[in-house]
């Protein structure tokens, strides 16, 4: 795991637009929507860069407006775009357009011939992958060829370059051509994983059933080395490592949305055991950024710098207790 301390990432997945109308509004009613950059693994790359990381994003955007402007929210986060490929065609960047409430709340997908499903073996090739200490991917880069097999790809070449590969399960099921396909392939992704970060459906889904979804965090978790962040929503989460299973809380807060929170949670958690922290408190750290995240508008301009990320940890009563 050496190489996380490097905090030099490379991303390999989606970057998209996220539209999302004032707080407590429903789409349906919605007379504006604020714009911003949405898709997990671009989410994760700015969260890192945001607290005193660096990252490369490895992706393909639509060649038009909409793929110039997730490029440019990616350098307004500090995000490079050295391996950002624009593709022509019918592909086109997803758009996701979601609500700042809890009650009701409403997420719109459009991931129909999506951009970053083009990504290609010869992208993942064109990375210089000297330049990083980690890999960093999420599920849904899998879901469709040819990116499956150019994500594979990357997976090799980060292990032959000696890097530790960070894979969140991030199951989105609108993506997959079918479930059979999504748990053989999920769980691959995972047998060939250093850190694997998930919730309990996730789990559950690679293993034929959520109450199997413990079973086999702990299953993934024999290997020797390997680090496995088991969530559980509200209860917290399990995190198995050299042989012990660390349980911690969360931090509760007035929840404005239930998105980003998890690629907050990987941009905290990764950036804190780069700085030296331990297992425990590094998941304490990212449980924290995604409180921060679900309390405001938007995923990207949620996350937090490290002042932010300090102050809401003094303030903060602290996480919940654990059983």
């Given at each position: 795991?050496?190489?996380?301390?490097?905090n030099?990432?490379?991303?390999?997945?989606?970057?998209?637009?996220?539209?999302?109308?004032?707080?407590?509004?429903?789409?349906?009613?919605?007379?504006?929507?604020?714009?911003?950059m949405?898709?997990?693994?671009?989410?994760?790359?700015?969260?890192?860069?945001?607290?005193?990381?660096?990252?490369?994003?490895?992706?393909?955007?639509?060649?038009?407006?909409?793929?110039?402007?997730?490029?440019?929210?990616?350098?307004?986060?500090?995000?490079?775009?050295?391996?950002?490929?624009?593709?022509?065609?019918?592909?086109?960047?997803?758009?996701?357009?979601?609500?700042?409430?809890?009650?009701?709340?409403?997420?719109?997908?459009?991931?129909?011939?999506?951009?970053?499903?083009?990504m290609?073996?010869?992208?993942?090739?064109?990375?210089?992958?000297?330049?990083?200490?980690?890999?960093?991917?999420?599920?849904?880069?899998?879901?469709?060829?040819?990116?499956?097999?150019?994500?594979?790809?990357?997976?090799?070449?980060?292990?032959?370059?000696?890097?530790?590969?960070?894979?969140?399960?991030?199951?989105?099921?609108?993506?997959?051509?079918?479930?059979?396909?999504?748990?053989?392939?999920?769980?691959?992704?995972?047998?060939?994983?250093?850190?694997?970060?998930?919730?309990?459906?996730e789990?559950?889904?690679?293993?034929?059933?959520?109450e199997?979804?413990?079973?086999?965090?702990?299953?993934?978790?024999?290997?020797?080395?390997?680090?496995?962040?088991?969530?559980?929503?509200?209860?917290?989460?399990?995190?198995?490592?050299?042989?012990?299973?660390?349980?911690?809380?969360?931090?509760?807060?007035?929840?404005?949305?239930?998105?980003?929170?998890?690629?907050?949670?990987?941009?905290?958690?990764?950036?804190?055991?780069?700085?030296?922290?331990?297992?425990?408190?590094?998941?304490?750290?990212?449980?924290?950024?995604?409180a921060?995240?679900?309390?405001?508008?938007?995923?990207?301009?949620?996350?937090?710098?490290?002042?932010?990320?300090?102050?809401?940890?003094?303030?903060?009563?602290?996480?919940?207790?654990?059983?």
């Amino acid at each position: 795991m050496a190489g996380i301390k490097r905090n030099a990432f490379v991303v390999v997945g989606r970057v998209g637009m996220d539209l999302y109308p004032a707080p407590g509004v429903a789409t349906e009613h919605a007379d504006s929507f604020t714009a911003d950059m949405g898709g997990s693994s671009a989410n994760i790359a700015a969260g890192i860069v945001k607290l005193g990381g660096t990252a490369s994003l490895v992706t393909c955007v639509s060649d038009d407006a909409v793929g110039r402007f997730c490029t440019n929210k990616l350098r307004h986060y500090g995000v490079d775009t050295s391996y950002v490929k624009s593709v022509g065609g019918e592909a086109r960047n997803s758009l996701a357009l979601y609500e700042s409430r809890i009650k009701d709340h409403q997420s719109v997908i459009y991931r129909n011939g999506a951009a970053d499903f083009e990504m290609t073996v010869a992208d993942v090739e064109a990375v210089d992958y000297s330049r990083f200490g980690a890999l960093v991917t999420a599920g849904t880069v899998f879901a469709a060829e040819p990116s499956r097999t150019a994500a594979f790809r990357a997976f090799a070449l980060a292990r032959a370059a000696g890097m530790p590969i960070i894979f969140d399960v991030d199951y989105r099921p609108y993506s997959w051509p079918s479930s059979q396909v999504a748990q053989e392939v999920l769980s691959k992704a995972g047998d060939l994983s250093d850190v694997i970060v998930g919730n309990d459906e996730e789990f559950g889904f690679m293993a034929g059933g959520i109450e199997n979804g413990m079973a086999k965090a702990r299953e993934l978790a024999a290997n020797s080395g390997r680090i496995v962040v088991y969530k559980m929503g509200e209860k917290g989460a399990v995190t198995f490592s050299g042989g012990q299973e660390l349980r911690t809380g969360i931090y509760p807060v007035n929840a404005l949305k239930p998105t980003g929170a998890g690629d907050s949670f990987m941009a905290g958690f990764l950036t804190s055991l780069a700085a030296g922290d331990q297992i425990k408190s590094a998941v304490l750290r990212g449980s924290a950024c995604a409180a921060i995240v679900v309390a405001k508008p938007g995923c990207a301009p949620a996350m937090p710098y490290p002042v932010e990320l300090d102050t809401f940890l003094a303030d903060h009563p602290g996480p919940t207790d654990v059983a």
